[in-house]
Protein backbone atom coordinates (compact mmCIF):
# COMPACT_ATOMS: atom_id res chain seq x y z
CA UNK A 1 0.00 0.00 0.00
CA UNK A 2 2.71 2.41 0.81
CA UNK A 3 4.53 1.92 -2.62
CA UNK A 4 1.33 2.92 -4.47
CA UNK A 5 0.73 5.92 -2.32
CA UNK A 6 4.47 7.24 -2.77
CA UNK A 7 4.25 6.42 -6.85
CA UNK A 8 0.90 8.60 -7.09
CA UNK A 9 2.84 11.75 -6.80
CA UNK A 10 5.30 10.99 -8.79
CA UNK A 11 2.33 10.30 -11.51
CA UNK A 12 1.32 13.56 -11.55
CA UNK A 13 4.55 15.30 -11.64
CA UNK A 14 5.33 13.81 -14.97
CA UNK A 15 1.84 14.35 -16.40
CA UNK A 16 2.02 18.28 -15.13
CA UNK A 17 5.44 18.60 -16.84
CA UNK A 18 4.45 16.91 -19.65
CA UNK A 19 1.85 19.04 -20.12
CA UNK A 20 3.65 22.78 -19.28
CA UNK A 21 6.02 21.37 -22.10
CA UNK A 22 3.26 21.00 -24.40
CA UNK A 23 1.60 24.25 -23.70
CA UNK A 24 4.70 26.35 -24.33
CA UNK A 25 4.74 24.88 -27.74
CA UNK A 26 2.49 26.81 -30.20
CA UNK A 27 0.32 24.35 -32.35
CA UNK A 28 0.61 23.71 -35.70
CA UNK A 29 -2.18 25.68 -37.22
CA UNK A 30 -0.94 28.96 -35.74
CA UNK A 31 2.78 28.61 -37.49
CA UNK A 32 3.32 30.89 -39.33
CA UNK A 33 0.25 31.55 -40.32
CA UNK A 34 -0.72 34.66 -42.02
CA UNK A 35 -3.91 35.82 -44.74
CA UNK A 36 -2.85 35.06 -48.23
CA UNK A 37 -1.52 38.66 -49.72
CA UNK A 38 -3.77 39.47 -52.25
CA UNK A 39 -3.66 42.89 -54.28
CA UNK A 40 -7.09 43.20 -53.57
CA UNK A 41 -6.99 43.03 -49.45
CA UNK A 42 -3.31 44.03 -48.73
CA UNK A 43 -3.31 47.67 -50.16
CA UNK A 44 -2.62 49.65 -46.82
CA UNK A 45 -4.94 52.43 -45.96
CA UNK A 46 -4.47 55.68 -43.08
CA UNK A 47 -8.14 54.45 -42.01
CA UNK A 48 -7.59 51.18 -41.57
CA UNK A 49 -6.77 50.09 -37.39
CA UNK A 50 -4.70 47.15 -38.33
CA UNK A 51 -3.09 45.78 -41.86
CA UNK A 52 -5.05 42.92 -43.40
CA UNK A 53 -2.24 40.87 -44.88
CA UNK A 54 -0.02 40.29 -41.76
CA UNK A 55 -3.19 39.65 -39.36
CA UNK A 56 -3.18 36.24 -37.72
CA UNK A 57 -6.57 33.73 -38.99
CA UNK A 58 -8.22 32.55 -35.49
CA UNK A 59 -8.14 28.87 -35.07
CA UNK A 60 -12.29 28.76 -35.91
CA UNK A 61 -11.98 30.81 -38.82
CA UNK A 62 -9.74 29.62 -41.66
CA UNK A 63 -11.96 29.74 -44.54
CA UNK A 64 -14.69 31.20 -46.63
CA UNK A 65 -16.99 28.52 -46.02
CA UNK A 66 -17.25 29.63 -42.38
CA UNK A 67 -18.02 33.16 -43.51
CA UNK A 68 -20.95 32.17 -45.29
CA UNK A 69 -22.14 31.06 -41.39
CA UNK A 70 -25.38 32.69 -40.83
CA UNK A 71 -24.51 33.25 -37.48
CA UNK A 72 -21.44 34.59 -37.54
CA UNK A 73 -21.20 37.52 -35.60
CA UNK A 74 -20.37 40.93 -37.57
CA UNK A 75 -19.89 42.74 -34.78
CA UNK A 76 -15.79 42.45 -34.82
CA UNK A 77 -13.91 44.41 -36.99
CA UNK A 78 -11.34 41.40 -36.76
CA UNK A 79 -13.68 38.88 -38.19
CA UNK A 80 -14.76 40.91 -40.58
CA UNK A 81 -11.48 41.92 -41.67
CA UNK A 82 -10.22 37.84 -41.60
CA UNK A 83 -13.36 37.43 -43.40
CA UNK A 84 -12.15 39.85 -46.45
CA UNK A 85 -8.73 38.53 -46.55
CA UNK A 86 -10.13 34.90 -46.92
CA UNK A 87 -12.58 36.16 -49.97
CA UNK A 88 -10.19 38.31 -51.65
CA UNK A 89 -7.55 35.38 -51.75
CA UNK A 90 -10.31 33.24 -53.99
CA UNK A 91 -9.88 32.97 -57.41
CA UNK A 92 -12.14 34.08 -58.85
CA UNK A 93 -13.05 36.43 -56.46
CA UNK A 94 -16.66 36.64 -54.89
CA UNK A 95 -17.65 40.57 -55.05
CA UNK A 96 -20.87 39.86 -53.34
CA UNK A 97 -19.38 38.24 -50.51
CA UNK A 98 -17.00 40.75 -50.26
CA UNK A 99 -19.91 43.29 -50.29
CA UNK A 100 -21.21 42.09 -47.19
CA UNK A 101 -17.96 42.11 -45.23
CA UNK A 102 -17.59 45.69 -46.57
CA UNK A 103 -21.07 46.97 -45.56
CA UNK A 104 -20.44 45.27 -42.16
CA UNK A 105 -17.24 47.10 -41.64
CA UNK A 106 -19.25 50.30 -42.64
CA UNK A 107 -21.64 49.84 -40.02
CA UNK A 108 -18.90 50.12 -37.46
CA UNK A 109 -16.11 52.37 -38.60
CA UNK A 110 -17.43 54.05 -41.79
CA UNK A 111 -14.16 56.25 -42.75
CA UNK A 112 -12.12 52.82 -42.81
CA UNK A 113 -14.14 51.20 -44.69
CA UNK A 114 -14.96 53.43 -47.60
CA UNK A 115 -11.25 54.67 -47.58
CA UNK A 116 -10.41 50.89 -47.87
CA UNK A 117 -12.92 50.41 -50.74
CA UNK A 118 -12.01 53.40 -52.77
CA UNK A 119 -8.06 51.91 -52.44
CA UNK A 120 -8.67 48.97 -54.00
CA UNK A 121 -8.10 48.23 -57.84
CA UNK A 122 -11.12 49.71 -59.93
CA UNK A 123 -12.03 46.82 -61.20
CA UNK A 124 -13.19 45.83 -57.70
CA UNK A 125 -14.22 49.30 -55.60
CA UNK A 126 -16.10 50.46 -59.07
CA UNK A 127 -18.59 47.26 -58.08
CA UNK A 128 -18.61 47.72 -54.34
CA UNK A 129 -18.35 51.57 -53.93
CA UNK A 130 -21.96 52.39 -54.85
CA UNK A 131 -23.24 50.03 -52.81
CA UNK A 132 -21.68 50.53 -49.14
CA UNK A 133 -22.43 54.05 -49.67
CA UNK A 134 -25.74 53.52 -50.37
CA UNK A 135 -26.25 51.07 -47.53
CA UNK A 136 -24.03 52.99 -45.02
CA UNK A 137 -26.29 56.41 -45.95
CA UNK A 138 -29.66 54.46 -44.47
CA UNK A 139 -28.29 55.04 -41.44
CA UNK A 140 -25.50 57.82 -41.65
CA UNK A 141 -25.99 59.94 -44.42
CA UNK A 142 -24.43 63.21 -42.80
CA UNK A 143 -21.33 60.94 -42.03
CA UNK A 144 -21.13 59.40 -45.72
CA UNK A 145 -21.69 63.04 -47.29
CA UNK A 146 -19.17 64.50 -45.04
CA UNK A 147 -16.44 61.96 -46.23
CA UNK A 148 -17.46 62.34 -50.04
CA UNK A 149 -16.55 65.80 -49.12
CA UNK A 150 -13.32 65.41 -47.50
CA UNK A 151 -12.47 63.38 -50.88
CA UNK A 152 -10.44 64.05 -53.92
CA UNK A 153 -12.40 61.96 -56.54
CA UNK A 154 -12.86 62.69 -60.58
CA UNK A 155 -16.69 64.93 -60.53
CA UNK A 156 -18.66 62.38 -61.91
CA UNK A 157 -17.52 59.43 -59.43
CA UNK A 158 -18.54 62.02 -56.57
CA UNK A 159 -21.66 62.77 -58.54
CA UNK A 160 -22.07 59.57 -58.43
CA UNK A 161 -21.50 58.70 -55.35
CA UNK A 162 -23.96 61.39 -53.97
CA UNK A 163 -27.11 59.83 -55.52
CA UNK A 164 -26.30 56.67 -54.09
CA UNK A 165 -26.25 58.02 -51.11
CA UNK A 166 -29.38 59.98 -50.99
CA UNK A 167 -30.93 57.19 -52.56
CA UNK A 168 -30.27 55.13 -49.80
CA UNK A 169 -31.11 57.52 -47.20
CA UNK A 170 -34.18 57.89 -48.88
CA UNK A 171 -35.09 54.03 -48.50
CA UNK A 172 -37.70 54.96 -45.66
CA UNK A 173 -37.91 58.26 -45.25
CA UNK A 174 -38.83 59.21 -48.78
CA UNK A 175 -40.45 62.71 -48.20
CA UNK A 176 -38.10 64.24 -45.89
CA UNK A 177 -34.88 63.18 -47.98
CA UNK A 178 -36.03 64.88 -51.42
CA UNK A 179 -36.80 67.74 -48.71
CA UNK A 180 -33.16 67.55 -48.09
CA UNK A 181 -32.18 67.07 -52.25
CA UNK A 182 -33.95 70.64 -53.06
CA UNK A 183 -31.37 72.02 -51.07
CA UNK A 184 -28.89 70.89 -53.49
CA UNK A 185 -27.22 74.01 -54.77
CA UNK A 186 -25.87 72.02 -57.81
CA UNK A 187 -29.06 72.29 -60.05
CA UNK A 188 -28.22 69.21 -62.03
CA UNK A 189 -26.90 67.31 -59.12
CA UNK A 190 -30.60 68.30 -57.74
CA UNK A 191 -32.25 66.66 -60.35
CA UNK A 192 -30.38 63.88 -60.89
CA UNK A 193 -31.04 63.40 -56.99
CA UNK A 194 -34.40 63.48 -56.38
CA UNK A 195 -35.26 61.30 -60.01
CA UNK A 196 -33.34 58.77 -58.75
CA UNK A 197 -35.45 58.87 -55.64
CA UNK A 198 -38.26 59.31 -57.11
CA UNK A 199 -37.59 56.20 -59.39
CA UNK A 200 -36.39 54.00 -56.71
CA UNK A 201 -39.34 55.06 -54.04
CA UNK A 202 -41.58 53.87 -57.36
CA UNK A 203 -40.61 50.63 -57.19
CA UNK A 204 -41.55 50.31 -53.93
CA UNK A 205 -44.69 52.41 -54.06
CA UNK A 206 -45.83 53.40 -57.42
CA UNK A 207 -49.27 55.72 -56.03
CA UNK A 208 -46.82 57.21 -53.39
CA UNK A 209 -44.20 58.20 -55.95
CA UNK A 210 -46.56 59.37 -58.32
CA UNK A 211 -48.52 61.32 -55.46
CA UNK A 212 -45.92 63.21 -54.52
CA UNK A 213 -44.91 64.61 -57.87
CA UNK A 214 -48.66 65.31 -58.45
CA UNK A 215 -48.59 67.54 -55.60
CA UNK A 216 -45.76 69.88 -56.02
CA UNK A 217 -46.65 73.44 -57.54
CA UNK A 218 -44.59 72.68 -60.57
CA UNK A 219 -45.43 68.81 -61.17
CA UNK A 220 -44.25 69.41 -65.27
CA UNK A 221 -40.90 69.64 -63.80
CA UNK A 222 -40.83 65.97 -63.32
CA UNK A 223 -42.55 64.82 -66.66
CA UNK A 224 -39.61 62.76 -67.46
CA UNK A 225 -39.06 61.12 -63.99
CA UNK A 226 -43.00 60.11 -64.42
CA UNK A 227 -42.57 59.21 -68.24
CA UNK A 228 -39.94 56.52 -66.65
CA UNK A 229 -42.27 55.70 -63.83
CA UNK A 230 -45.34 55.20 -66.40
CA UNK A 231 -43.50 52.66 -68.65
CA UNK A 232 -42.49 50.06 -65.94
CA UNK A 233 -46.03 50.70 -64.26
CA UNK A 234 -47.43 49.82 -67.89
CA UNK A 235 -45.62 46.66 -67.66
CA UNK A 236 -47.28 45.57 -64.18
CA UNK A 237 -50.68 47.38 -64.07
CA UNK A 238 -51.74 48.86 -67.17
CA UNK A 239 -55.05 49.98 -65.80
CA UNK A 240 -53.13 52.30 -63.16
CA UNK A 241 -50.79 53.45 -65.80
CA UNK A 242 -53.66 54.94 -67.57
CA UNK A 243 -54.94 57.06 -64.45
CA UNK A 244 -51.53 58.55 -64.37
CA UNK A 245 -50.89 58.86 -68.30
CA UNK A 246 -54.44 61.17 -68.52
CA UNK A 247 -53.12 63.45 -66.11
CA UNK A 248 -49.77 64.01 -68.00
CA UNK A 249 -49.87 67.15 -69.92
CA UNK A 250 -49.80 66.60 -73.71
CA UNK A 251 -46.34 65.74 -75.52
CA UNK A 252 -44.99 63.64 -77.88
CA UNK A 253 -43.66 61.14 -74.69
CA UNK A 254 -47.15 60.84 -73.48
CA UNK A 255 -48.30 59.90 -77.16
CA UNK A 256 -45.25 57.24 -77.72
CA UNK A 257 -46.86 56.09 -73.78
CA UNK A 258 -50.65 55.85 -74.57
CA UNK A 259 -49.60 53.75 -77.88
CA UNK A 260 -47.73 51.32 -75.97
CA UNK A 261 -50.76 51.27 -73.41
CA UNK A 262 -53.02 50.44 -76.17
CA UNK A 263 -50.79 47.68 -77.40
CA UNK A 264 -50.89 45.92 -73.89
CA UNK A 265 -54.68 46.68 -73.36
CA UNK A 266 -55.68 45.77 -76.98
CA UNK A 267 -54.16 41.96 -76.54
CA UNK A 268 -56.31 41.53 -73.34
CA UNK A 269 -59.65 42.84 -74.80
CA UNK A 270 -59.26 44.54 -78.52
CA UNK A 271 -63.18 45.89 -78.72
CA UNK A 272 -62.97 47.69 -75.35
CA UNK A 273 -59.84 49.53 -76.10
CA UNK A 274 -60.77 50.22 -79.45
CA UNK A 275 -63.99 52.24 -77.92
CA UNK A 276 -61.60 54.16 -75.75
CA UNK A 277 -59.36 54.64 -78.50
CA UNK A 278 -61.84 56.11 -80.43
CA UNK A 279 -62.99 58.86 -77.95
CA UNK A 280 -59.54 60.31 -77.25
CA UNK A 281 -60.02 63.95 -78.40
CA UNK A 282 -56.17 64.69 -79.11
CA UNK A 283 -55.99 63.89 -82.72
CA UNK A 284 -52.39 62.81 -82.34
CA UNK A 285 -52.99 61.14 -79.52
CA UNK A 286 -56.03 58.91 -81.62
CA UNK A 287 -53.86 58.57 -84.46
CA UNK A 288 -50.93 57.07 -82.81
CA UNK A 289 -53.61 54.84 -80.62
CA UNK A 290 -55.76 53.83 -82.93
CA UNK A 291 -52.67 53.02 -86.07
CA UNK A 292 -51.53 50.83 -83.11
CA UNK A 293 -54.64 49.17 -82.09
CA UNK A 294 -55.17 48.14 -86.38
CA UNK A 295 -51.37 47.03 -86.64
CA UNK A 296 -52.25 44.28 -83.57
CA UNK A 297 -55.77 43.33 -85.28
CA UNK A 298 -54.31 42.59 -88.61
CA UNK A 299 -50.67 40.67 -86.91
CA UNK A 300 -53.91 37.71 -87.70
CA UNK A 301 -55.28 37.85 -90.94
CA UNK A 302 -58.38 36.77 -89.78
CA UNK A 303 -59.04 40.45 -88.40
CA UNK A 304 -58.00 42.19 -91.85
CA UNK A 305 -61.65 42.96 -93.04
CA UNK A 306 -62.15 44.36 -89.34
CA UNK A 307 -59.04 46.52 -89.28
CA UNK A 308 -59.97 47.50 -92.65
CA UNK A 309 -63.43 48.51 -91.95
CA UNK A 310 -62.09 50.13 -89.02
CA UNK A 311 -60.49 52.53 -90.82
CA UNK A 312 -62.37 53.07 -94.07
CA UNK A 313 -65.36 53.97 -90.98
CA UNK A 314 -63.25 57.12 -89.84
CA UNK A 315 -65.38 60.08 -90.62
CA UNK A 316 -62.31 62.68 -90.17
CA UNK A 317 -60.72 62.90 -93.68
CA UNK A 318 -56.98 62.99 -92.91
CA UNK A 319 -56.93 60.26 -90.02
CA UNK A 320 -58.93 57.90 -92.64
CA UNK A 321 -56.56 58.16 -95.23
CA UNK A 322 -53.66 57.94 -92.35
CA UNK A 323 -55.30 54.68 -91.19
CA UNK A 324 -55.62 53.41 -94.13
CA UNK A 325 -52.11 53.76 -95.76
CA UNK A 326 -51.30 51.94 -92.40
CA UNK A 327 -53.96 49.11 -92.33
CA UNK A 328 -53.07 48.63 -96.25
CA UNK A 329 -49.01 48.28 -95.97
CA UNK A 330 -49.53 45.81 -93.31
CA UNK A 331 -52.42 43.56 -94.94
CA UNK A 332 -49.94 43.65 -98.40
CA UNK A 333 -46.65 42.26 -96.76
CA UNK A 334 -49.32 39.34 -95.98
CA UNK A 335 -51.68 38.99 -98.98
CA UNK A 336 -51.90 41.60 -101.46
CA UNK A 337 -54.55 40.52 -103.88
CA UNK A 338 -56.76 40.59 -100.85
CA UNK A 339 -55.95 44.45 -101.41
CA UNK A 340 -56.58 44.03 -105.13
CA UNK A 341 -60.03 42.93 -104.31
CA UNK A 342 -61.50 45.45 -102.63
CA UNK A 343 -59.18 48.68 -104.41
CA UNK A 344 -62.68 49.87 -105.82
CA UNK A 345 -63.97 50.65 -102.22
CA UNK A 346 -60.80 52.75 -101.57
CA UNK A 347 -61.57 56.85 -100.73
CA UNK A 348 -60.27 58.61 -103.95
CA UNK A 349 -57.75 60.60 -102.39
CA UNK A 350 -56.00 57.53 -100.47
CA UNK A 351 -56.25 55.58 -104.30
CA UNK A 352 -52.88 56.46 -105.89
CA UNK A 353 -50.92 56.21 -102.59
CA UNK A 354 -52.59 52.68 -101.89
CA UNK A 355 -51.81 51.77 -105.75
CA UNK A 356 -48.32 52.11 -105.30
CA UNK A 357 -48.10 50.11 -102.39
CA UNK A 358 -50.04 47.16 -104.37
CA UNK A 359 -47.77 47.49 -107.32
CA UNK A 360 -44.51 48.01 -105.22
CA UNK A 361 -45.43 44.59 -103.09
CA UNK A 362 -47.04 42.90 -106.11
CA UNK A 363 -43.97 43.11 -108.38
CA UNK A 364 -42.11 41.20 -106.11
CA UNK A 365 -44.18 38.04 -106.84
CA UNK A 366 -45.50 39.07 -110.82
CA UNK A 367 -43.83 41.95 -111.92
CA UNK A 368 -46.39 41.43 -115.31
CA UNK A 369 -49.46 41.19 -113.49
CA UNK A 370 -48.51 44.15 -111.18
CA UNK A 371 -48.17 46.80 -114.42
CA UNK A 372 -50.91 45.83 -116.45
CA UNK A 373 -53.04 45.85 -112.94
CA UNK A 374 -51.29 49.39 -112.55
CA UNK A 375 -51.81 50.50 -116.02
CA UNK A 376 -55.20 49.93 -116.34
CA UNK A 377 -56.48 52.30 -113.10
CA UNK A 378 -57.65 55.52 -114.39
CA UNK A 379 -56.01 57.39 -111.51
CA UNK A 380 -52.45 58.91 -112.38
CA UNK A 381 -50.21 56.42 -112.60
CA UNK A 382 -46.98 58.36 -112.27
CA UNK A 383 -46.95 57.35 -108.21
CA UNK A 384 -46.91 53.88 -108.79
CA UNK A 385 -43.89 53.37 -111.42
Known amino acids: MKAVVLALPITLVCIVGLLSFLLRQPPNSLKETRVPTNI ?118 KSDLLVSAYVGASANNQTSILSLAESLSNPQLKAQVMDSILVDWAQQDYNAALAWIDGRERSDMYHTVVNNLVLNLLELQPSEALYYLELMPENPQKTKLLARYAHSAATEDLNSTLSWAQALDNPTERAAVLTTILDLAVAEPQNNQFAWQMALNETEPNMQQHLLLNVAQNIANQDVLWLVERFDVIPDGSQAEIAQIIVKKWREKDEEAASNWANSLEINPQPIN
Not at 72 to 96: D, G, V
Not at 145 to 157: G, H, R, V
Request: net charge negative; aromatic share 6%; glycine share 0%.
Open 40 to 157: EISRTDAGMSAELNIMQIPDLLKNTTQCDDKTLQLKSLQTIKTCLALISAENPLSIEHLLSFYQAWAALDLHAALAHVVAQPAEISSYLIYDVVSTASSDNLNSVLAWLDSQTLEENL
